[in-house]
C-alpha cells in the first residue's frame, strides 16, 4: 500500500535490515578467519607435494574477497544521522509503542525486543 512507499518506512526497514547484515558481517569475518586458518594448515601439511593448490591442480585457488567494510559505511552513516521528526502519517502502521520504544534515536544499544 501507501505506507510502504513513505520515507520513514523505507528509513525503518533499511535500519532493519543493516541491524541483521551486522550480524552476518561478524559471521562471516569469523568463518573467513577459520578458512584462511585451515588452509593455512593445510599448505603448512602438504609443503613437500607443493601445497594444496598444486595437489588439486589449482582447482581450489579461489579469492574470497572481504567486503565487509562496505556495510559497516553504511552502519555508520545511519548512526551518525541526525534524529528525524516524522508525522503519523509518514509512520503509518509502523507508529506503535513496541516499534518506536526499541527504534529511538536515543536508545544506542540494540533492543531485545528486535
Known amino acids: 500500500g501507501s505506507e510502504s512507499r513513505t520515507p520513514a518506512w523505507?528509513?525503518?526497514n533499511t535500519i532493519s535490515r543493516v541491524d541483521t547484515f551486522k550480524?552476518?558481517?561478524e559471521e562471516m569475518s569469523s568463518m573467513r578467519?577459520?578458512?584462511?586458518?585451515?588452509?593455512l594448515v593445510?599448505?603448512?601439511l602438504v609443503a613437500q607435494e607443493r601445497g594444496v593448490?598444486?595437489?588439486l591442480n589449482d582447482?581450489?585457488?579461489?579469492?574470497?574477497?572481504d567486503n565487509i567494510?562496505?556495510?559497516?559505511?553504511?552502519?555508520e552513516a545511519l548512526h551518525q544521522a541526525p534524529p528525524q521528526q516524522w508525522?503519523?502519517?509518514e509512520l503509518g502502521r509502523w507508529r506503535t509503542p513496541a516499534w518506536t520504544s526499541c527504534h529511538s534515536p536515543q536508545t544506542d544499544a540494540p533492543s531485545a525486543e528486535r
Open 42 to 44: 593445510l599448505d603448512f
Open 10 to 12: 523505507k528509513l525503518l
Open 69 to 75: 567494510d562496505e556495510g559497516h559505511s553504511i552502519t
Open 59 to 65: 582447482t581450489c585457488c579461489t579469492f574470497i574477497p
Open 23 to 25: 550480524g552476518y558481517n
Open 87 to 89: 508525522t503519523p502519517e
Open 33 to 39: 578467519l577459520m578458512v584462511l586458518q585451515n588452509r
Open 53 to 55: 593448490c598444486k595437489m
